[in-house]
């Protein structure tokens, strides 16, 4: 389709100024614009400006149909698509690049907000608790899967962490989150320890000059979102425990935990870095789902006992 690549590149130029998106979002709406633009070019499309209701319901049956998705894409990732080229489309249309917006009045997949994923407080203390700590690197997961789950990090924000990020005095990160958003987290007296000993001890025998990222693989690399993926694959099969877990889990089992120790939820939010309140809120549906669990365990006989009492 002509002139599309320039398009693209424009919309996501304005939206990273914009509304400061992050690389990671850039990458994902332009794989998501890419699959649009090659569906439009199976179906002849030659500009946006063809583009019809039509066309855009037969775009939708392709995402749920296509037999390259295995399994199936879901709502959610169908509904990520959708809000990608929407978004593209009403950049088209207020910079007058577009005459109309075919995906204004197209309904979007229903989606329910899906728990997230968390562990429960022995089995953080599980996995934490079995690294060897007399090897180097056994020290090194230990402080960074620690500090993840102490500090509530995403993955990316503990691969980017710098040296010069951690205030050993005052027992503070300086975490840049997602759009650059800076925040200040503390962390208690383990993750302090292990990171000391780490950063100043263990570290230096293996960092390539001139490099201040606080994580790094043997060659002194820094760590990767799948390298530290695959250190935690590692380490949950090390110590039997049935499940898989990703990264993003210690994230959320920190913020779970803070609001089961009733931590107010607008500190949650502020240590988490959420723009919005209403990000933090579905673990208030984490911690009432627990609740709910709890109790129907604990009254589980006492019913049981009321259903003979009737009899």
Same mark, same amino acid.
């Given at each position: 389709?002509?002139?599309?690549?320039?398009?693209?590149?424009?919309?996501?130029?304005?939206?990273?100024?914009?509304?400061?998106?992050?690389?990671?979002?850039?990458?994902?709406?332009?794989?998501?614009?890419?699959?649009?633009?090659?569906?439009?070019?199976?179906?002849?499309?030659?500009?946006?400006?063809?583009?019809?209701?039509?066309?855009?319901?037969?775009?939708?049956?392709?995402?749920?149909?296509?037999?390259?998705?295995?399994?199936?894409?879901?709502?959610?990732?169908?509904?990520?698509?959708?809000?990608?080229?929407?978004?593209?489309?009403?950049?088209?249309?207020?910079?007058?690049?577009? %005459?109309?917006?075919?995906?204004?009045? @197209? %309904?979007?997949?229903?989606?329910?907000?899906?728990?997230?994923?968390?562990? =429960?407080? +022995?089995?953080?203390?599980?996995?934490?608790?079995?690294?060897?700590?007399?090897?180097?690197?056994?020290?090194?997961? %230990?402080?960074?899967?620690?500090?993840?789950?102490?500090?509530?990090?995403?993955?990316?924000?503990?691969?980017?962490? %710098?040296?010069? $990020?951690?205030?050993?005095?005052?027992?503070?990160?300086?975490?840049?989150?997602?759009?650059?958003?800076?925040?200040?987290?503390?962390?208690?007296?383990?993750?302090?320890?292990?990171?000391?000993?780490? @950063?100043?001890?263990?570290?230096?025998?293996?960092?390539?000059?001139? +490099?201040?990222?606080?994580?790094?693989?043997?060659?002194?690399?820094?760590?990767?979102?799948?390298?530290?993926?695959?250190?935690?694959?590692?380490?949950?099969? $090390?110590?039997?425990?049935?499940?898989?877990?990703?990264?993003?889990?210690?994230?959320?089992?920190?913020?779970?935990?803070?609001?089961? $120790?009733?931590?107010?939820?607008?500190?949650?939010?502020?240590?988490?870095?959420?723009?919005?309140?209403?990000?933090?809120?579905?673990?208030?549906?984490?911690?009432?789902?627990?609740?709910?669990?709890?109790? +129907?365990?604990? =009254?589980?006989?006492?019913?049981?006992?009321?259903?003979?009492?009737?009899?």
């Amino acid at each position: 389709m002509k002139d599309a690549a320039k398009l693209v590149d424009g919309f996501l130029e304005y939206e990273t100024a914009v509304n400061t998106g992050s690389a990671n979002t850039a990458a994902a709406y332009r794989r998501d614009l890419q699959g649009f633009i090659e569906y439009l070019d199976q179906q002849g499309v030659e500009s946006f400006d063809g583009v019809d209701r039509i066309l855009v319901m037969g775009y939708i049956n392709q995402l749920r149909t296509d037999p390259r998705f295995v399994p199936p894409l879901s709502s959610r990732t169908i509904a990520r698509h959708l809000s990608a080229v929407r978004s593209f489309y009403r950049y088209l249309c207020t910079h007058a690049m577009a %005459r109309s917006d075919p995906f204004a009045a @197209v %309904r979007m997949p229903t989606v329910r907000n899906k728990l997230p994923d968390y562990l =429960f407080q +022995d089995e953080i203390d599980t996995l934490l608790g079995g690294f060897d700590l007399q090897d180097d690197f056994g020290w090194r997961d %230990r402080a960074l899967f620690e500090t993840m789950y102490g500090c509530g990090l995403r993955v990316s924000e503990a691969c980017n962490l %710098r040296i010069g $990020a951690i205030d050993f005095d005052n027992g503070l990160l300086h975490v840049l989150g997602k759009g650059s958003k800076a925040r200040l987290v503390p962390f208690y007296p383990m993750i302090g320890q292990l990171l000391s000993k780490w @950063v100043n001890q263990i570290r230096p025998r293996y960092v390539l000059d001139g +490099d201040d990222h606080v994580f790094v693989s043997r060659r002194g690399r820094p760590l990767t979102s799948r390298g530290v993926q695959f250190l935690l694959n590692r380490a949950v099969d $090390a110590r039997g425990m049935a499940m898989h877990v990703h990264p993003h889990a210690l994230r959320h089992s920190f913020a779970t935990h803070l609001l089961d $120790a009733g931590v107010d939820l607008r500190v949650v939010q502020e240590l988490l870095g959420h723009a919005n309140l209403s990000t933090t809120q579905i673990y208030t549906h984490v911690t009432m789902e627990h609740l709910r669990q709890t109790y +129907d365990r604990a =009254f589980a006989a006492a019913g049981t006992t009321g259903e003979k009492d009737k009899r």
